[in-house]
Protein backbone atom coordinates (compact mmCIF):
# COMPACT_ATOMS: atom_id res chain seq x y z
CA UNK A 1 0.00 0.00 0.00
CA UNK A 2 0.61 3.90 0.14
CA UNK A 3 3.59 4.66 2.46
CA UNK A 4 3.72 7.89 4.07
CA UNK A 5 4.33 11.05 1.86
CA UNK A 6 5.38 14.32 2.29
CA UNK A 7 4.94 17.86 0.41
CA UNK A 8 6.93 20.17 -0.91
CA UNK A 9 10.11 17.85 -1.16
CA UNK A 10 12.18 20.66 -1.57
CA UNK A 11 11.56 24.59 -0.24
CA UNK A 12 13.67 27.36 -0.57
CA UNK A 13 12.50 30.44 1.66
CA UNK A 14 13.61 33.68 2.73
CA UNK A 15 14.68 34.36 6.21
CA UNK A 16 11.69 36.07 8.55
CA UNK A 17 8.83 34.10 5.98
CA UNK A 18 6.48 31.39 6.97
CA UNK A 19 6.56 27.81 5.25
CA UNK A 20 4.06 25.00 6.47
CA UNK A 21 5.13 21.20 5.65
CA UNK A 22 2.78 18.94 5.11
CA UNK A 23 2.27 14.99 5.63
CA UNK A 24 0.08 12.56 4.69
CA UNK A 25 0.47 9.18 6.82
CA UNK A 26 -0.18 5.65 6.12
CA UNK A 27 -4.08 4.42 6.24
CA UNK A 28 -5.23 3.57 9.37
CA UNK A 29 -2.33 4.75 11.53
CA UNK A 30 -3.27 6.82 14.19
CA UNK A 31 0.05 8.14 15.60
CA UNK A 32 2.18 10.69 13.47
CA UNK A 33 5.87 12.15 14.69
CA UNK A 34 7.27 15.21 13.30
CA UNK A 35 11.30 15.13 13.63
CA UNK A 36 14.14 16.91 12.51
CA UNK A 37 17.15 16.08 10.51
CA UNK A 38 20.21 18.49 10.39
CA UNK A 39 23.35 18.16 8.20
CA UNK A 40 24.77 14.74 9.20
CA UNK A 41 22.92 14.46 12.23
CA UNK A 42 20.48 12.14 13.84
CA UNK A 43 16.89 12.80 13.95
CA UNK A 44 15.46 15.30 16.46
CA UNK A 45 11.61 14.65 17.73
CA UNK A 46 9.68 17.65 17.43
CA UNK A 47 5.82 16.20 18.38
CA UNK A 48 3.77 13.19 18.47
CA UNK A 49 -0.22 13.03 17.84
CA UNK A 50 -2.00 10.19 19.05
CA UNK A 51 -5.77 9.42 17.53
CA UNK A 52 -7.42 12.88 19.51
CA UNK A 53 -5.49 12.79 22.33
CA UNK A 54 -3.84 16.60 23.32
CA UNK A 55 -0.32 16.36 21.08
CA UNK A 56 3.42 15.94 22.86
CA UNK A 57 4.45 19.09 21.91
CA UNK A 58 7.71 18.50 23.86
CA UNK A 59 10.18 18.53 21.00
CA UNK A 60 9.63 21.79 19.46
CA UNK A 61 12.82 24.18 20.00
CA UNK A 62 10.75 27.55 20.33
CA UNK A 63 6.96 29.02 19.91
CA UNK A 64 8.07 29.88 15.94
CA UNK A 65 6.92 26.06 15.52
CA UNK A 66 3.64 24.60 15.36
CA UNK A 67 1.76 21.54 14.34
CA UNK A 68 -1.69 20.65 13.50
CA UNK A 69 -3.06 17.27 12.51
CA UNK A 70 -6.60 17.66 10.95
CA UNK A 71 -9.45 14.32 11.44
CA UNK A 72 -6.73 12.28 12.97
CA UNK A 73 -4.97 11.89 9.32
CA UNK A 74 -3.27 14.63 7.53
CA UNK A 75 -0.42 16.45 9.50
CA UNK A 76 0.78 20.27 8.98
CA UNK A 77 4.04 21.50 10.38
CA UNK A 78 4.31 25.67 10.37
CA UNK A 79 7.60 27.29 10.99
CA UNK A 80 6.86 31.10 11.17
CA UNK A 81 9.38 33.92 10.77
CA UNK A 82 12.12 31.49 9.64
CA UNK A 83 15.77 31.38 10.31
CA UNK A 84 18.71 30.11 8.57
CA UNK A 85 19.34 27.70 11.49
CA UNK A 86 15.98 26.18 10.60
CA UNK A 87 17.23 24.53 7.63
CA UNK A 88 17.16 20.94 7.38
CA UNK A 89 15.38 17.97 6.33
CA UNK A 90 11.61 17.66 8.00
CA UNK A 91 10.41 14.41 8.44
CA UNK A 92 7.22 12.58 9.37
CA UNK A 93 6.58 9.38 10.46
CA UNK A 94 3.72 7.23 11.14
CA UNK A 95 2.60 3.71 13.34
CA UNK A 96 -0.25 2.23 13.62
CA UNK A 97 -0.89 3.32 17.20
CA UNK A 98 -0.34 2.62 21.18
CA UNK A 99 1.24 -0.60 21.51
CA UNK A 100 2.72 -0.58 18.29
CA UNK A 101 6.05 0.63 17.99
CA UNK A 102 7.57 0.71 14.33
CA UNK A 103 7.99 4.13 12.88
CA UNK A 104 7.55 4.21 8.77
CA UNK A 105 9.23 7.31 7.55
CA UNK A 106 8.23 9.95 4.64
CA UNK A 107 10.66 11.11 2.07
CA UNK A 108 11.01 14.44 3.94
CA UNK A 109 10.93 17.82 3.18
CA UNK A 110 14.33 19.73 2.93
CA UNK A 111 13.77 23.27 4.08
CA UNK A 112 16.65 25.80 3.37
CA UNK A 113 16.15 29.48 4.36
CA UNK A 114 18.38 32.15 2.73
CA UNK B 1 15.24 12.22 29.04
CA UNK B 2 17.16 9.85 27.21
CA UNK B 3 20.20 9.92 25.51
CA UNK B 4 21.48 7.60 23.22
CA UNK B 5 25.25 7.54 22.00
CA UNK B 6 26.50 5.57 18.79
CA UNK B 7 29.66 4.71 17.76
CA UNK B 8 31.68 4.78 15.56
CA UNK B 9 30.78 7.28 13.58
CA UNK B 10 32.38 6.38 10.15
CA UNK B 11 33.13 2.36 9.29
CA UNK B 12 34.96 1.11 6.27
CA UNK B 13 34.79 -2.88 5.95
CA UNK B 14 35.84 -5.32 3.03
CA UNK B 15 33.30 -6.94 1.44
CA UNK B 16 32.25 -9.69 3.06
CA UNK B 17 33.67 -8.84 6.49
CA UNK B 18 31.48 -8.33 9.25
CA UNK B 19 29.86 -4.52 10.60
CA UNK B 20 29.37 -4.11 14.26
CA UNK B 21 28.30 -0.60 15.13
CA UNK B 22 27.24 0.05 19.11
CA UNK B 23 24.77 2.33 21.01
CA UNK B 24 24.33 2.82 24.59
CA UNK B 25 21.53 4.44 26.93
CA UNK B 26 20.70 6.39 29.79
CA UNK B 27 16.70 5.49 30.53
CA UNK B 28 16.34 2.35 31.86
CA UNK B 29 13.07 2.20 31.38
CA UNK B 30 13.09 2.36 27.80
CA UNK B 31 11.72 -0.77 26.00
CA UNK B 32 12.54 -0.64 22.82
CA UNK B 33 15.21 -0.38 20.20
CA UNK B 34 14.74 0.10 16.15
CA UNK B 35 17.91 0.22 13.85
CA UNK B 36 17.52 2.46 10.88
CA UNK B 37 18.78 2.53 7.58
CA UNK B 38 19.45 5.47 5.61
CA UNK B 39 20.93 5.70 2.25
CA UNK B 40 21.85 9.09 0.40
CA UNK B 41 18.78 11.65 -0.28
CA UNK B 42 16.21 9.04 0.74
CA UNK B 43 14.22 8.31 4.08
CA UNK B 44 15.26 6.04 6.94
CA UNK B 45 14.42 2.30 6.46
CA UNK B 46 13.58 0.09 9.71
CA UNK B 47 15.58 -2.96 8.76
CA UNK B 48 15.54 -4.67 12.32
CA UNK B 49 14.35 -4.08 15.89
CA UNK B 50 13.72 -5.10 19.49
CA UNK B 51 12.27 -5.03 22.46
CA UNK B 52 13.47 -4.83 26.05
CA UNK B 53 12.06 -8.28 27.03
CA UNK B 54 14.51 -10.13 24.63
CA UNK B 55 18.25 -10.40 24.49
CA UNK B 56 18.73 -11.48 20.44
CA UNK B 57 17.16 -10.78 16.98
CA UNK B 58 18.20 -12.48 14.17
CA UNK B 59 16.91 -12.05 10.48
CA UNK B 60 19.09 -13.61 7.74
CA UNK B 61 22.36 -11.39 8.06
CA UNK B 62 21.57 -8.65 10.16
CA UNK B 63 20.84 -9.61 13.93
CA UNK B 64 20.49 -6.96 17.11
CA UNK B 65 21.71 -7.98 20.23
CA UNK B 66 20.76 -6.11 23.60
CA UNK B 67 22.32 -6.08 27.34
CA UNK B 68 20.01 -4.04 29.55
CA UNK B 69 21.73 -4.21 32.70
CA UNK B 70 24.95 -2.38 30.54
CA UNK B 71 22.15 -0.44 28.68
CA UNK B 72 23.55 -1.07 25.54
CA UNK B 73 22.47 -2.61 22.03
CA UNK B 74 24.55 -3.13 18.76
CA UNK B 75 23.74 -4.12 15.33
CA UNK B 76 25.71 -6.93 13.59
CA UNK B 77 25.86 -7.56 9.45
CA UNK B 78 27.93 -10.54 8.36
CA UNK B 79 28.64 -11.01 5.10
CA UNK B 80 28.50 -7.36 3.86
CA UNK B 81 28.21 -6.22 0.63
CA UNK B 82 28.23 -2.73 -1.50
CA UNK B 83 24.49 -2.30 -1.18
CA UNK B 84 24.74 -1.88 2.76
CA UNK B 85 26.67 0.99 2.77
CA UNK B 86 24.69 3.56 4.03
CA UNK B 87 23.97 5.85 7.32
CA UNK B 88 22.70 3.56 10.27
CA UNK B 89 20.86 5.27 12.96
CA UNK B 90 19.90 3.37 16.16
CA UNK B 91 16.82 4.33 18.79
CA UNK B 92 15.79 3.95 22.07
CA UNK B 93 12.20 4.34 23.06
CA UNK B 94 12.00 6.59 26.31
CA UNK B 95 9.53 8.83 28.22
CA UNK B 96 9.70 12.36 26.84
CA UNK B 97 9.07 13.55 30.16
CA UNK B 98 5.71 14.94 28.27
CA UNK B 99 2.81 12.11 28.96
CA UNK B 100 4.43 9.88 25.88
CA UNK B 101 6.81 7.61 25.07
CA UNK B 102 9.34 8.45 22.10
CA UNK B 103 12.46 7.78 20.03
CA UNK B 104 15.57 9.33 21.20
CA UNK B 105 18.07 8.30 18.00
CA UNK B 106 22.08 8.27 17.96
CA UNK B 107 24.49 10.35 15.73
CA UNK B 108 24.55 7.64 13.30
CA UNK B 109 27.18 5.55 11.33
CA UNK B 110 28.36 5.50 8.31
CA UNK B 111 29.28 2.37 6.50
CA UNK B 112 31.31 2.16 3.64
CA UNK B 113 31.64 -1.52 2.22
CA UNK B 114 34.83 -1.59 0.00
CA UNK B 115 34.34 -4.05 -3.04
Known amino acids: GAGVSQSPSNKVTEKGKDVELRCDPI?????LYWYRQSLGQGLEFLIYFQGNSAPDKSGLPSDRFSAERTGGSVSTLTIQRTQQEDSAVYLCASARGLSTYEQYFGPGTRLTVT | GENVEQHPSTLSVQEGDSAVIKCTYSDSASNYFPWYKQELGKRPQLIID?????GEKKDQRIAVTLNKTAKHFSLHITETQPEDSAVYFC??????????????FGKGTKLSVIP
Open chain 1, 27 to 31: SGHTA
Open chain 2, 50 to 54: IRSNV
Open chain 2, 91 to 104: AARGYSGAGSYQLT
